[in-house]
């Protein structure tokens, strides 16, 4: 079982900085991704970015295309902590932020449904 714990969410103007961690305990498998969705009322969960681990290392990333090199996912093996760096934030980037942990999942697993933990989300709100 593994439990995840988001934070850092809050309100920012268009243009600016934020950064959500996830703080991760529990037993995973040697190889896994860690993984950031978010979600707004009425659609589904999309992919943001992921980051795999493998033997206890952070190692490959991926993003989906509407960052657009603005957000940069990280980990801190000795904290078992992921983080997510946003900038120039956007309006349409306003959403719920999750993080998931799927077991042996590559790090170009986009789909919600493959990985098996989940946060309880955090809320981040964009004003323009």
């Not at 714990?5 to 959500?20: D, Y």
């Not at 969705?37 to 206890?56: D, L, M, N, S, Y």
């Not at 999750?98 to 999942?105: F, I, K, N, S, T």
């Not at 790090?107 to 946060?119: H, I, L, P, R």
Request: glycine residues 14%; aromatic residues 10%; proline residues 2%.
């Amino acid at each position: 079982q593994v439990q995840l714990v988001e934070s850092g969410g809050g309100l920012v103007q268009a243009g600016g900085s934020l950064t959500v961690s996830c703080a991760a305990s529990g037993r995973t498998s040697s190889r896994y991704a860690m993984g950031w969705f978010r979600q707004t009322p009425g659609k589904e969960r999309e992919f943001v970015a992921a980051i795999r681990w493998r033997g206890g290392m952070p190692s490959r990333t991926a993003y989906a295309n509407f960052v657009e090199g603005r957000f940069t996912i990280s980990g801190d093996n000795a904290k078992n902590t992921v983080y997510l760096q946003m900038n120039g934030l956007k309006p349409e980037d306003t959403a719920v932020y999750y993080c998931a942990v799927g077991q042996g999942l590559s790090a170009s697993t986009t789909s919600s449904s493959d990985y098996d933990y989940w946060g309880q989300g955090t809320q981040v709100t964009v004003s323009s």
